[in-house]
């Protein structure tokens, strides 16, 4: 029997759910928090992202461009212009997740507790600096898996008519996958689970965690707006894992993902992700 997100379009629809499930979730009372933090961090990143930029662009401008080239400053200043705010929109992204790693992590336990009513076992203050470690070398396995494959489009953007039409749309795809990744791995690193186990299962929902992380992409944005976006995007994909994937990876059937030795398909349930309803038939 086949999974009611199997289709395109139903896949579509459960990372708009998740996304928008994201939203409410952040409102709740017990949640608030957990919420602040992320919040904050991303402020005073900003804040001083926002003042290097603008404090250092004329002298990063004038150092980047040849003075034979003054000719071609209508069409170049620009494109540079537009290569810092690119390499500053990386930069703040990167040292966001680095920082906000722990208190993310907190917050996506937080609310699975309160969405399956099920604590996790090691929990508290001092369980979470012991995991520090552990949740930082994570965030270095997304930037190594993420890093050469920017590189590669970065480099395709240079080929004529290919950088100028096929790679900005590459670019666009890739990066909404690497949000889901980025985002969706809170959950399942809570839980121990591996990197490369956590990707394949991402991959098994492909068009609907591209959907997830085409919005949290779009949100990230607009101005103010992506303050917000991380705690949202944490609270969506830890539903995310609730519902989809998380009786399979806590041992309740056997095989890989997507179909063990038993040969079962995971079924979802059509409830609101208040609770574990993912059922294997």
Not at 30 to 35: A, I, T
Not at 85 to 113: D, G
Not at 122 to 143: H, S
């Amino acid at each position: 029997m086949s999974s009611p997100f199997a289709t395109p379009e139903s896949q579509v629809s459960a990372g708009f759910h998740y996304f928008i499930y994201g939203w409410r979730l952040i409102l709740q009372r017990k949640l608030m928090p957990f919420v602040v933090f992320p919040i904050a961090i991303n402020a005073v990143l900003m804040i001083g992202l926002i003042w290097l930029f603008f404090a250092h662009i004329g002298g990063l401008l004038d150092s980047l461009l040849p003075s034979w080239l003054e000719w071609l400053n209508v069409i170049l200043i620009p494109l540079i212009f537009l290569m810092i705010l690119v390499a500053f929109y990386f930069a703040f992204t990167t040292l966001a997740n680095f920082i906000a790693a722990p208190f993310n992590a907190l917050l996506a336990e937080k609310v699975e507790q309160q969405l399956t009513g099920e604590a996790l076992t090691d929990t508290g203050f001092g369980e979470l600096l012991k995991d520090v470690p552990r949740m930082l070398k994570r965030e270095w396995q997304k930037m190594w898996y993420s890093f050469p494959r920017l590189i590669a489009l970065f480099l395709l953007g240079f080929m004529p008519v290919v950088g100028q039409s096929i790679v900005p749309v590459l670019t666009f795809i890739f990066g909404a996958w690497l949000l889901a990744i980025q985002y969706c791995d809170y959950p399942f690193d809570n839980h121990k689970i591996s990197f490369a186990r956590m990707r394949n299962a991402l991959a098994q929902q492909r068009v609907m965690n591209f959907t997830f992380g085409a919005l949290v992409s779009l949100f990230t944005m607009l101005p103010f707006v992506n303050l917000v976006v991380m705690p949202v995007a944490v609270c969506g994909a830890t539903a995310m894992w609730v519902k989809e994937y998380r009786r399979f990876f806590l041992g309740e059937s056997s095989g890989e993902f997507g179909g063990g030795a038993s040969g079962s398909t995971l079924i979802i349930s059509n409830n609101k992700p208040s609770s574990n309803h993912l059922v294997e038939r």
